[in-house]
């Protein structure tokens, strides 16, 4: 019997799903419960939820769970920072037609308003030169004395009324027009760019990034009895249940290559089932250069040679939360003036006061943003970047800002993710499959 703290982090998202499948509920709420799992995991989750006897409350940002819904309900700001609720029916593909069409209904509505308020401000201008050039025949007659004075007097105040009646009507219709343009402005989403200039140091093409050889079973096995040898002579004794989980070590017949080499910017993918050595790998890349670091399980491939300067972000951002945001970043690049490390986190969406924030205060999506300012903001900018399942738990927003800044980095990438989306939205010029055993090009 296993422990679940030995589980992978896939794993461990599957057993609890299990668990709160068989209790038979009345009613099931979920946060990101596709955090982690791999294909297969997520098939079998969709499966359920389609025979599911009991409503379920999910909130999720993955796009292939939102397909599988029966309505949707969106939370978002309005410009005063006001929260609204408002329920689709039908799927992600349904929601997002149908935000479509109201977006384009709100813009069509702002437009014409602006085009009632150019028309009106215009005719208010037209009507002030009339008026002005009425007011000065009306001096210059007045000035010929064609009209006894008091008569004069008569004509000239009641032309001033009818002038001020014509001048209070057509500013009171160009009031009215800017009015139906701020309303029709108020139906408009408050959407934030996410924004990050990163510092151009491009990693040259024939430069070796990382280097892997193979491990084989046999040499695993003559470690692992030297290891239950010692343990036998100490009389201590290593029950299952401390084994993080098993590694599917590639055999002599299998696909794997020997070796993997990455150089210059190469963006690579490693994929596989939940428990099949991934984050172990990632980990072992990550503290190869750490002397004092020791794999629980050793990793299917031994790192011979990685690029000194990497930075990691892990599944569990492990960021001090008794720190305050700004203290998090400066800590990461202590060089840097506290505006320019401002201006930087302005851009994603850490505005004015929120920089004194403490890190327990962000919300999961937050605390991402947080982590990857302290990697990006460094100086020099990391040439080798390690991401673990990087999109759980960022909204689609936070998504769509992820992708351009990869876009823009141009050092080396080893990404994990189980979000397929996201995948074919990178560069990805290999993927290593650790359950396919296979390495091939682009995102497979």
């Given amino acids: 019997m296993r422990s679940l703290s030995t589980f992978s982090g896939g794993q461990t998202v599957t057993a609890a799903l299990t668990a709160l499948l068989l209790s038979n509920p009345e009613f099931i709420l979920l946060d990101e419960p596709t955090n982690n799992l791999d294909s297969a995991a997520k098939n079998r989750l969709f499966a359920a939820l389609e025979t599911l006897a009991c409503p379920a409350l999910i909130i999720s940002h993955d796009r292939d769970l939102l397909a599988h819904m029966k309505a949707i309900a969106e939370l978002h700001a309005d410009r005063e920072g006001r929260a609204h609720l408002r329920i689709y029916e039908g799927n992600y593909d349904t929601y997002r037609a149908a935000r479509k069409a109201e ?33 000065r025949r009306g001096r210059d007659f007045e000035r010929s004395k064609r009209k006894p004075g008091l008569a004069m007097g008569l004509d000239k105040n009641s032309s001033e009324r009818s002038a001020g009646k014509l001048r209070a009507a057509h500013e009171s219709m160009v009031a009215d027009a800017r009015a139906a343009v701020s309303e029709a402005q108020e139906n408009l989403r408050v959407q934030e760019r996410i924004y990050l200039e990163l510092a151009q140091d491009a990693l040259p093409a024939g430069r070796k990034v990382l280097e892997l050889q193979r491990v ?29 989980y098993e590694v ?28 099949s050595g991934k984050t172990v790998l990632l980990n072992a890349i990550a503290h190869a250069n750490d002397p004092g670091y020791r794999s629980p399980v050793p990793p299917v491939y031994r790192v011979l040679y990685r690029l000194g300067n990497a930075a990691y972000l892990p599944q569990r ?13 400066q800590r990461a690049n202590p060089g840097a003036s506290e505006q320019h490390l401002r ?46 399942e990087p999109t759980n738990n960022l909204d689609i927003s936070s998504v769509d800002w992820l992708v351009q800044a990869l876009d823009a980095y141009t050092g080396a990438l080893i990404v994990v993710s189980h979000d397929e989306d996201f995948c074919e ?13 296979t390495l091939r090009e682009g995102s497979c």
């Fill in 103 to 135: 977006e384009s209904a709100v813009h069509r509505r702002v437009s014409e308003a602006k085009h009632e308020a150019r028309k009106a401000e215009r005719e208010r201008i037209e009507n002030q030169i009339k008026l002005d050039r009425n007011a």
């Fill in 216 to 244: 084989r079973k046999d040499s695993c096995a003559s470690t692992q009895q030297s290891a239950e040898l010692k343990n036998a002579n100490t009389q201590n004794t290593v029950s299952h249940e401390t084994q993080p």
């Fill in 248 to 275: 599917d070590y590639p055999s002599r017949d299998q696909d794997f290559p020997e070796a993997l080499i990455l150089t210059g910017p190469e963006h690579l993918r490693i994929t596989g089932a939940n428990g």
């Fill in 317 to 329: 951002i492990t960021l001090d939360p008794e720190r305050t945001l700004l203290e998090t970043v």
């Fill in 343 to 388: 201006d930087q986190l302005a851009r994603l969406l850490f505005k004015r006061e929120r920089v004194h924030q403490h890190i327990g205060e962000l919300s999961g999506g937050e605390r991402f943003r947080a982590a990857l300012a302290t990697v990006l903001l460094t100086d020099p900018v990391p040439q080798l970047l390690l991401l673990d």
């Fill in 425 to 437: 939205r990178i560069r990805i010029d290999r993927t290593l499959s650790l359950s396919a055993k």
